[in-house]
């Protein structure tokens, strides 16, 4: 079954060109089968592209997949316009009362900010307090990870001396979990972030569970059983020009950055990168949502109960 989006939307075209299989809101209404419901709050500044991203991992199950849009009520983003967020994003306090099968929250960039000077901290707090009672599962990334882990365990970031960017050999630290089911043992993915979460931060007493780690770039991926939530530090969804996007975008404000470590083939910025992380995005994805469907009541009523 395929992922169900507004029709609208901008990503719907990106992924039709690239052969996602997507429904029409008309053709969901008369299938008789209720699809899993995963919301997506995006707090990315470039929103329609990290729509997509998320979109085409989701888009990749077999299930049938009811995707919402949900944005941060007390926040207005600067670099979207209010046109597209008024048309596909919901306040999350409008979706407050509904129950959701996945709940995925992205990173942002305001990694320089302690948690509690971010202007929409507190309403964030009560959205992760939320998934607890309101969600079966939960997928934080980058920032988002961060933000989780601090909400939940109290666990700090940590500033770097030099921005983690580029792409990174991880390690599989678990190939019998779920989430890990398929992967190899040794894998790469992207990384960018000016922040770290320590392991000798982790509490022990939480069965924090860390599934995969870099000996350059530190921890990855964590499994949060008792609070129902995964913790990705870095960025498995990203497109394969994004990293150089954002090089280029920084090299063009004049900002110090280094070049993209592993990216750009030859270290030549010249040269089109090519994607080595695609595969193993999309396990990680299908793997979640599978366990989802296993897992989540076919009641949304009693999810949290």
């Not at 964590?222 to 280029?248: C, K």
């Not at 270290?267 to 089109?272: A, H, I, L, S, Y």
């Amino acid at each position: 079954m395929p992922i169900r989006i507004p029709n609208d939307l901008p990503a719907r075209k990106v992924l039709e060109r690239e052969g996602v299989n997507i429904m029409t809101e008309e053709t969901a209404a008369r299938q008789d089968i209720r699809p899993l419901k995963i919301g997506l709050l995006n707090l990315m500044p470039e929103k329609i592209k990290t729509e997509t991203q998320f979109a085409r991992l989701i888009g990749a199950s077999p299930l049938q997949v009811d995707l919402r849009l949900v944005r941060i009520g007390s926040h207005t983003p600067k670099n979207t316009s209010q046109e597209h967020m008024i048309a596909f994003y919901e306040p999350w306090e409008e979706i407050a009362h509904e129950k959701f099968d996945g709940f995925i929250t992205t990173g942002a960039p305001i990694e320089h900010l302690p948690f509690e000077d971010v202007t929409y901290w507190s309403e964030l707090e009560r959205i992760f307090d939320w998934t607890q009672t309101h969600v079966h599962s939960s997928m934080n990334i980058c920032w988002g990870a961060q933000a989780a882990l601090h909400r939940f365990h109290g666990v700090p970031k940590h500033p770097l001396g030099q921005k983690a960017f580029g792409v990174y050999r991880h390690r599989n630290l678990n190939p019998s979990s779920p989430y890990l089911r398929g992967f190899s043992d040794d894998f790469s993915m992207p990384v960018s972030r000016w922040t770290e979460v320590r392991r000798a931060d982790l509490p022990k007493e939480a069965g924090l569970e860390v599934l995969m780690e870099s000996d350059e770039v530190g921890l990855c991926l964590i499994n949060d059983a008792e609070h129902r939530s995964l913790y990705m530090f870095n960025h498995i969804e990203y497109d394969t020009t994004t990293l150089g996007d954002e090089y280029n975008r920084d090299v063009a404000a004049g900002k110090s950055i280094n070049m993209p470590a592993n990216y750009f083939p030859g270290g030549d910025p010249k040269r089109p990168p090519e994607n080595r992380w695609r595969s193993h995005a999309h396990l990680l994805f299908g793997n979640w949502i599978n366990e989802v469907y296993q897992s989540t009541p076919y009641d949304l009523a009693k999810i949290g109960k």
